[in-house]
């Protein structure tokens, strides 16, 4: 089965980040060439697993629960915008960023230690915390949905307690990814 592991966003974070998502599709002319994150798939991702099987899924929640027990809950600010690769005129990911992360990446390189010890791969890449809000399957009409991410590059989306990390399974499905949840760990 396909899983990660994320921090849910409160509903009022998703309602702000929905709300920003329509304005930019409507300045990308409604464009299907844009795959939008849908408001119940926005998430924080701190470490896909790929595919594992069942004997792994109790190792895991183990790990997560280790880990959640050395870690407070801690607030996150969703801050400014952007996208992969940056400043480019042909972007694949745009994204919302997060501000203030020291706790939150103190948090995701425990995460990558403890379960580096189940043979899960760290990251080659540096973690970069933000919240993908669309994928850009074919770069057309793109300008002034850009132009607005760069006018929102220190717009603010609200602030959360983060109390808890989350098991994710995820359905690939042709209208989407599904996710459901596997197990829930409060931070102590």
């Given at each position: 089965?396909?899983?990660?592991i994320a921090i849910e966003l409160d509903n009022e974070i998703k309602n702000n980040l929905s709300s920003f998502v329509s304005k930019l599709d409507k300045l990308a002319k409604g464009s299907r060439h844009i795959r939008w994150v849908k408001p119940?798939?926005?998430h924080l991702t701190l470490k896909f697993l790929v595919e594992i099987t069942g004997e792994k899924v109790?190792?895991?929640e183990n790990i997560l629960k280790a880990v959640s027990e050395k870690h407070k809950p801690f607030a996150l600010k969703f801050k400014g915008t952007g996208s992969f690769p940056p400043a480019s005129r042909n972007p694949r990911v745009l994204w919302v960023g997060i501000e203030e992360v020291e706790t939150l990446k103190a948090l995701q390189f425990h995460l990558e230690g403890e379960l580096e010890k189940l043979d899960f791969p760290r990251e080659k890449r540096k973690f970069h915390p933000h919240l993908t809000l669309g994928r850009v399957k074919i770069p057309t009409q793109l300008e002034e949905a850009i132009s607005q991410l760069e006018k929102s590059k220190e717009s603010s989306f609200g602030e959360m307690q983060v109390?808890?990390?989350?098991?994710?399974?995820?359905?690939?499905?042709?209208?989407g990814a599904?996710?459901?949840?596997?197990?829930e760990s409060e931070l102590k």
């Open positions: 089965m396909r899983t990660f119940e798939g926005m109790e190792e895991v109390n808890k990390l989350t098991f994710f399974q995820s359905i690939l499905k042709p209208t599904e996710y459901s949840v596997l197990y």
